[in-house]
């Protein structure tokens, strides 16, 4: 298990300095970032659906921006999902890549799955689904390539995912906040931004806890 969390050390360190201190380092983790802007439209149609709503069509630019077109469901909930969201997909990923070795390679078909299924489905543009199909390629591929190292695949892109997250608290977020603060008005717009940081650091605090403790127990 030491391996383990050296693996996620070793991951958020590096994806820390090429993000902010690598010059261009930005380009090396773009695919990072577009897959987590995935996991954040993914969040606000996941909670679309749940809620009762509609999907109509999922967007990520090539610059890391992205939308989710939906309509009906729980307003404010959908607007959650997004950034608390894509930390729960996130954290699944980590968890699954951390306690479920068996069950990281049926995960990995079922992501490459909804990429496919967001591609097409959810078409929104060619970039879009372009995009999301050579992810899919990739993840297929590796998955083929190295069965033993799907796992840490799991582990690299929960634990990038998370930090990119929380990096990006008080800028990623700010329409989906500023439209959940308009809903519900009972707090100022930074200080739910504090709120939903600290909902994603407490889910990953315990994911991380709940982990590690069981492999000492094993």
């Not at 199909?133 to 840490?152: E, G, Q």
């Not at 634990?159 to 603060?181: E, H, Q, R, V």
């Not at 889910?203 to 127990?217: A, D, E, G, P, V």
């Amino acid at each position: 298990m030491k391996s383990k969390l050296l693996l996620i050390i070793l991951t958020a360190i590096l994806y820390w300095v090429f993000q902010n201190y690598v010059p261009y380092g930005a380009y090396i983790t773009l695919p990072v970032n577009l897959f987590v802007t995935f996991l954040h439209e993914l969040g606000h149609a996941f909670f679309a659906l749940v809620t009762g709503g509609s999907v109509h069509e999922v967007m990520i630019q090539s610059n890391g921006a992205g939308y989710a077109v939906t309509s009906g469901g729980i307003r404010p909930l959908i607007l959650m999902g997004g950034y608390i969201g894509s930390a729960l997909f996130g954290n699944l990923l980590l968890h699954i890549g951390l306690n479920k070795p068996k069950t990281s390679i049926i995960t990995l078909y079922v992501i490459i799955a909804i990429l496919l299924f967001t591609a097409i489905w959810w078409f929104s543009s060619i970039f879009t689904s372009v995009l999301l199909i050579v992810f899919s390629t990739l993840a297929f591929w590796l998955s083929k390539k190295s069965k033993a190292n799907v796992s840490n695949l799991l582990i690299i892109l929960g634990t990038a995912s998370i930090i990119y997250i929380i990096m990006d608290y008080n800028t990623g977020p700010a329409s989906d906040l500023a439209k959940f603060t308009e809903i519900i008005p009972l707090l100022p717009q930074a200080i739910w931004a504090i709120i939903w940081l600290a909902i994603v650091v407490y889910i990953t605090w315990k994911n991380l806890q709940y982990s590690f403790r069981l492999k000492s127990k094993v």
